[in-house]
């Protein structure tokens, strides 16, 4: 069974950035895609050959990165908007593993 351990998250002001980590038990090969979600909207994903994909809405202000050797899911948030505060989750890209407790992003103005 897949574990995913999210940290990183907290309260900042607008403007201002958060580096999220996902410390997951996913085998090296598989999934191929990992992902972040805000709630359950994926946000950005990340291919096992580097290749990234971001909704429209954070394009420009999140990052996505892995460190394969770790088996850890990095989102490097600039610019944070009140409308970015949520839960954020990580999982495979079609979110077929179950979700762990993820970690809370607060924007305030």
């Known amino acids: 069974q897949v574990q995913v351990a999210e940290s990183g998250g907290g309260s900042v002001q607008a403007g201002g950035s958060l580096k999220l980590s996902c410390k997951h038990s996913?085998?090296?090969?598989?999934?191929?895609?990992l992902g972040w979600y805000r709630e359950r909207e994926l946000v950005a994903s990340i291919t096992l050959a580097g290749?990234?994909e971001y909704t429209d809405s954070v394009k420009g202000r999140f990052t996505i990165s892995r460190d394969i050797a770790k088996s850890t899911l990095y989102l490097q948030m600039n610019n944070l908007k009140p409308e970015d505060s949520a839960t954020y989750y990580c999982?495979?890209?079609?979110?077929?593993?179950?979700w762990g407790q993820g970690t809370r992003v607060t924007v305030y103005s």
């Open positions: 999982n495979s890209g079609s979110a077929t593993s179950d």
């Open positions: 290749s990234t």
């Open positions: 996913f085998r090296i090969h598989t999934p191929n895609t």
